[in-house]
């Protein structure tokens, strides 16, 4: 991915490390409830790893690419969102709610005052 931007790498590493994040908290709610509680730990344990193994590099690099601590977190936190929702909605079957939009719009405030250059 060296042909992309730096910037960019840093967005799809984190969205797709965001996939796995998601399943490995919340999908086990839906396909393993009525097994043990720690049978879903494992498996959200081994999801997890492929999370990391996507996490890690892509912090990494949007740090040497001069993206402050707190720019990498807002920038996970407005990803989170844009996977939660239509995982929720569509693999979860739980309905859209104006909650959603209400979040979305404090999160980009918290991008604007975040990567705002004062």
Sequence with gaps: MT???AYAQTVLLLAASNVFMTFAWY????????????????????????????????NRIGYGAGLSLAQLKIMQEV??????????????????????VWAGLC????????????
């Design 79 to 100: 990803i989170t969102l844009l996977v939660f929702v239509p995982f929720s909605m569509l693999f979860m079957q739980q309905p859209f709610k104006a909650d959603f």
């Design 27 to 58: 999908g086990h709610l839906k396909n393993l409830n009525h097994r043990a509680w720690y049978v879903a730990a494992l498996l959200s344990w081994g999801i997890a790893l492929f999370e990391y193994l996507l996490q890690v590099p892509g």
């Design 107 to 118: 999160l980009v405030g918290a991008v604007y005052f975040i990567f705002r250059g004062g």
């Design 3 to 5: 042909w992309l931007p």
